[in-house]
């Protein structure tokens, strides 16, 4: 064999080996510096950010032997560094529970059912139709249930009243309190949120901005009601019709597991349970590579996920997805 085409071969392998190597010490800190630029996030001491930097190491380590899986077809999502990757998995798992969903005694008295004479919609993303707001975040609040909440009613207000409207998550969190079973940035649920709106109606985002913290409730301008709100039936053909009919849906699911580093693709998380924790949209579902999804807007910014979304694996039941679904009825 020439020579030079020796070196080549050996060359090449010799990067190929390099690839599959650890990370060095380089790589490591170039998605640090990243991470803390991207994240903003500083620390209280030079220890408090070294023990960081090891859990971020060990995330790190767990994104990469990840996504060697995805790279050989073995996993249907990839894992990425997001604004969790510093936190240990009991770390976030707190973080997430720490903002849980509240359960309401009552149900809504409008249960919505699957009609099974009715045919539903192969596939639908709410985005393509002017249905679906920009991708917020709650940040340090344990708000999700109001990003929930004002996700369906800006849908209904868009579908149903033709006015794109972005709807205040602030106005929720001051003013649909304990009597709503709502506790601002402790938790809430999203049925609470829509009986609040059916007295009082919502601001406009713009009017009565998020603050990140609960403050005393300001009775600013109404810019969209609704008369009720229905709960979903607790099954998969109820939530597929009523996302495919009525537009995007509130929900409630697990997140405690693999949505720490979850970057894109179709989450199969055999971790989550049927606990719900946090309130999310459902803007649609479709099928790829064999696999059913449902699409699902977060409210943890666009740093994180498929531009702040990501799909969930569908007609599992997985991670509660079907326990805490309704929505406004205009
Ligand atoms: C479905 O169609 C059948 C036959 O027409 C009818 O008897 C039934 O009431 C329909 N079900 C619903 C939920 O509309």
Redesign the pocket.
């Known amino acids: 064999m020439n020579p030079q085409l020796i070196l080549l071969i050996s060359l090449i392998s010799c990067l190929i080996v390099t690839a599959c190597q650890a990370l060095t010490d380089d790589e490591i800190t170039s998605e640090w510096n990243t991470f803390l630029e991207r994240t903003k996030k500083s620390y209280r001491s030079p220890v408090e950010a070294s023990r960081r930097l090891a859990i971020f190491k060990e995330n790190l380590e767990t994104i990469e032997s990840h996504n060697a899986l995805f790279e050989q077809g073995k996993v249907t999502y990839k894992m990425a560094v997001t604004q969790f990757t510093d936190l240990t998995k009991e770390e976030f798992s707190q973080y997430v529970n720490k903002f849980k969903l509240s359960q309401r005694p009552k149900q809504s008295e409008n249960i919505y059912?699957a009609?099974?004479?009715?045919t539903v919609a192969a596939e639908i993303d709410w985005r393509n139709y002017g249905a679906v707001t920009y991708v917020k975040n709650q940040g340090q609040c344990g708000s999700c249930w109001s990003f929930s909440a004002t996700g369906s009613m800006e849908g209904q207000s868009a579908l149903v009243n033709g006015q794109p409207l972005v709807l205040s998550e602030q106005n929720l969190i001051d003013c649909a309190t304990s009597q709503y079973e709502n506790y601002g940035c402790n938790g809430g649920n999203m049925d609470g949120a829509f009986e609040y709106v059916s007295y009082y109606g919502i601001d406009s985002e713009e009017d009565y901005p998020y603050l990140e913290y609960q403050s005393d409730c300001e009775q600013r301008e109404s810019v969209f009601r609704i008369r009720s709100y229905a709960d979903i039936e607790h099954n998969e053909q109820s939530l597929q019709q009523a996302v495919s009919e009525i537009g995007p849906i509130s929900i409630g699911i697990d997140a405690t597991n693999e949505l720490q580093n979850y970057a894109s693709g179709i989450l199969i998380d055999q971790t989550c349970s049927q606990q719900v924790n946090h309130g999310v949209l459902v803007v649609g579902y479709g099928s790829e590579g064999g696999y059913d999804y449902w699409i699902i807007k977060n409210s943890w910014g666009d740093y994180w996920g498929e531009s702040g979304y990501f799909r969930l694996i569908r007609n599992y039941n997985a991670c509660g997805i079907t326990l805490m679904a309704s929505y406004p009825i205009i």
């Open positions: 059912k009609n099974p004479n009715l």
